[in-house]
């Protein structure tokens, strides 16, 4: 049986890649279960900096495939809106994504409606092609939005935006999204990967991966709190602790230099003391 997804690993960049393209990438719970794995892995692995994650073809991810009909809404489909993972059970795309220390781009090929566009939600940066049509449509299936949608949409675009899309539940343009604050720019199909990559290779080339991971979480993690008083309990040892780390003299030296840095933490093993600061 042929994977619904495709890896490939170039230059400290992970592309993820949809691969149904004669579905439009219509999401199963396979592709939910390799998609957790993959963002699982690459979480762990040192070698991966930034992943992408495509569509094959014309499409995103053209929604749920519902060629079963209605009963691919069924308690027994119930991995496809990305509950979370507790102990014993598979992974949640969902999760595995929110939960990667490397930052994540959705290059938005085509058709993301459904699940196709809320599982880009926990990524972190969303790019479009002109081509793209965005759909928030659960209303008008029947269904309330999933995969912890109602949590990730109004923090990127605020709660009347969110509630209007999903109010409507029709299909959205790229410029409408673009408006909207749900991706940051709008390509011609064949500048949306380069751009990603682009993307991407800054982070890579620019950035310590320890100060990346740690940027992810503190934002993700405290972009709603009502005060800066329990950010500052974190942010401050942290940023103590870094200050006296071999990646703060690489980065210094490096800009004294003007030279890019070659940073020589990992985040597998170099972490500081008080992460993850959290508890589950």
Known sequence: MESPIRCELEDSILTITL???????????????????AF?????????????????????????????????????ASVMFGETKKAGEEPSFIDSIYRCRKPSIA????????????????????????????????????????????????????????????YSGRILTPDEVLRGGLVSE???????LPRAREIAREIVEETAPVSIALTRQLLWRFSSEPDPRRIREVDVPMSRELGRSPDVTEGVKAFLEKRKPNFPGKVSTDMPSNYPWWQD
């Not at 709008?186 to 949306?192: I, K, N």
């Open 19 to 37: 691969n149904r393209p004669d579905k439009l990438n219509a999401y199963t719970a396979q592709m939910g279960r390799e998609l957790a794995l």
């Open 40 to 76: 699982d892995r690459a979480d762990q692995d040192d070698a991966v900096r930034v992943v992408i994650v495509t569509g094959a073809g014309r499409a995103f991810c053209a929604g749920a495939d519902i060629s079963g009909g209605a009963e691919s809404f069924g308690a027994g």
């Open 107 to 166: 290059a938005i090929n085509g058709a993301a409606v459904g699940v196709g566009i809320t599982v880009t939600l926990p990524m972190d940066i969303r790019l479009a092609s002109n081509n793209a049509k965005i759909g928030f449509v659960f209303a008008r299936r029947g269904l309330v939005p999933e995969a912890g949608s109602a949590w990730f949409l109004p923090r990127l675009v605020g709660l009347q935006q969110a509630l209007r899309w999903c």
């Open 186 to 192: 709008v390509l011609e199909p064949e500048a949306l």
